[in-house]
Structures are given as structure tokens and as C-alpha cells.
């Protein structure tokens, strides 16, 4: 260190802030890709076999959905006195509606849909404002943040 009447120079002593707040943001960097590594896998975790349940039912869903569809044309067909064509048409009229409301709904959840990783998102945003406090405010001791 260089030291002038027995002090430290202010460059020195700026050196030595400025090697600890890089230290501080590799340490926050470290923590913080920890704390994402650890949401991700649980939120994964959860998400597996839901995922897997959904797609089969999804699967057993869409071949009976015509089936029934056709049956329902079918039956109109005998009880309303309709053409085949006719009757068939209602059914896939009716289906596209179901769709479209069904789709309607599945859009609007999906807009609501929050962060898989709410934890890592908000120690992010502090940790990023206390390294703009850190490096704007000179008179700011550069150890960790106390709030």
C-alpha cells in the first residue's frame, strides 16, 4: 500500500473499494445462480408428471371427442329429422364454439401466469439495486447490504 505520512492514499484506498465491491457482486452472482439453480429444479419437479398426466389425457380426449361428435350428429339425424350433412355441420359448429371458449379461457390463465422463479426474480432486483448504490454513492461502505 502506498501510504503517505501514514495514511493510505485515497487511490489506494479507492483500489481497495472498488476490489471489494467486485467481490460482493461475484459473491451476490454465485448466490443468486444458486438460489435460480434451485427454483428451476423444483419448479421442474412439480411440473413433470402433471405435464405427463395432461398430455395422455389430452390424447385420450381428442379420439373420443370425434366420436362423440359424429354420434351426436347421428342422433340429430333420427330425432331432429335432419340430412346427415346438416347435422354433421351443427356438431362441428358446436365443437368449434366449445373450442373457441375453452381457448378463450386456457389464453387468459396463461396471461395470469407467474414466474417459475418469484424468489430468485426479487433477490435479483435488490441485489442489482444495492450494487447501483454501492458504485454511485462513494461515501457508501462497500460491505454487504443490511437491509
Request: glycine share 6%; net charge positive.
Amino acid at each position: 500500500m502506498i501510504q503517505q505520512n501514514g495514511k493510505i492514499s485515497p487511490l489506494t484506498r479507492v483500489a481497495r473499494d472498488v476490489r471489494h465491491v467486485a467481490h460482493d457482486v461475484v459473491e451476490l452472482t454465485e448466490l443468486q445462480t444458486s438460489l435460480l439453480k434451485t427454483e428451476l429444479g423444483r419448479f421442474w419437479k412439480q411440473l413433470v408428471i402433471p405435464a405427463v398426466l395432461f398430455a395422455l389425457a389430452g390424447i385420450f380426449l381428442a379420439s373420443c371427442v370425434v366420436v362423440l361428435m359424429l354420434s351426436g350428429a347421428y342422433q340429430l339425424v333420427e330425432s331432429a329429422s335432419l340430412s346427415l350433412p346438416a347435422a354433421l355441420l351443427l356438431t362441428g359448429l358446436a365443437g368449434l364454439l366449445l373450442a373457441s371458449v375453452l381457448g378463450s379461457v386456457g389464453w387468459s390463465l396463461i396471461k395470469k401466469f407467474r414466474s417459475p422463479c418469484p424468489e430468485s426474480a426479487r433477490e435479483l432486483g435488490r441485489n442489482l439495486r444495492w450494487i447501483k448504490t454501492v458504485l454511485k454513492d462513494v461515501t457508501h461502505p462497500a460491505t454487504w447490504r443490511s437491509d
